[in-house]
């Protein structure tokens, strides 16, 4: 719709304008986001062919010049005979054609209210409140203690691994936090226009020295089985119920530059090593309950015609939308050519991102980045040879994973011949 309607974020008409980051993560071999491209890569994304042309040095991460970036697409898209672009704001969705509905995350507000009103307003997001995510094996479990709030569990077991602080932690780490850098929104209502249900730790931490220990961080019930007391603060970590392998960190969402956060969660007990996954952020971000809605080829259940690609989907990142992007232009085009649309195999990085979507539990659903995680787990016994090499272990998902889209796409060929 841009530039006849433009965004707060936006500062172009041009396509593919990338708002508050230059990067598309990493590029080192064997790793999540290295994975996602290189699969994208072989389905020929004209994204990635764009980025590559306007590549500027950024270390082990794949960056770009935004504008050139941007230029690139734009020039493609409007050379291409088969694509007519039309610049009007879409404010209806209707029966008598195929959707991909890619608006991403500051979609207008007369298609929001479209899409709400085919996705009932409930399952529709308009603010994301992201709490940190931690690699599971790196976190000091010699420290950190399972236990439930007063014992009480869903199923028996204790559902929280807990983080216990003593008085002197709690204020060193109050200390640190509120000297902590804060990230600089791209929208600059961001970093004022808080909900009170999900405030950033270091605004909790400015209303009172005890705030956080009778909020996120409340000890009560959650007494330390080693030391028979309570502790002075806990910090929670919850079990991510698809991504097995990993901890969120419950109530920790923050407004801390990536660094920063780094620096002052690894002052919590247990945490000290802890390898970041995802960091916390709070941020405007419309986005559907996917899991709620969508089928793993990324179509609404109720209206299969209608297809949602990138941030309103219900995933995090650049790259991420570029890939559910694709996924959903080629199944609507195989829906185009009256075929049934197949996802792409689960053990796909592609498939792996489209099931979470799709199949995460939709109660408290946030949107995600790529990693591991969401991969199916090597088998036990893998896992136990490999248990030390965890980048042997990286490298062996990657092949399984790239083995899995050459027979996905082999198949594809075979049934069109």
Known sequence: MR????????QTGDLAELVCSNSLKSESESTAPWLLKEELRRLDSLLLQAAQKTRVPGGHALTVDRGLFAQEVTAAIAAEPLIRLVRDEVTALTDD??????SGP?????????IARLTGSGRLYFYDSISPIVDAETVDTSIAYWASRYGKSTDGTDDYLNCPLDRDQYEHFVDELLKADSVSAHIAEDNTCYFEACLPIEEIARRGRDTLRFGPMKPMGLDNPRTGRR???VVQLRQENVRAESFNLVGFQNHMKFGEQARVLRLIPGLQNAEFLRFGQIHRNTYINGPALLSPTLQLRTRPEIFFAGQISGVEGYVESIATGLMAGMHAAALARGETPRPLP????????????STADAKGYQPANITFDLLPQLDEATRQRLRRDKKARHALVCEQAL????????????ARV
């Open 231 to 233: 502790p002075w603060a």
């Open 403 to 414: 083995e899995a889209l050459a027979g996905y796409l082999d198949a594809d060929r075979h």
């Open 346 to 357: 689960r053990a796909t990085a592609l498939g792996s991102l489209c099931h979470y979507v």
């Open 97 to 102: 054609a195929i959707w991909i509905v890619a």
């Open 3 to 10: 530039p006849v309607r433009p965004t707060p974020a936006h």
């Open 106 to 114: 500051l979609t207008s507000g007369p298609l929001a209210e479209e």
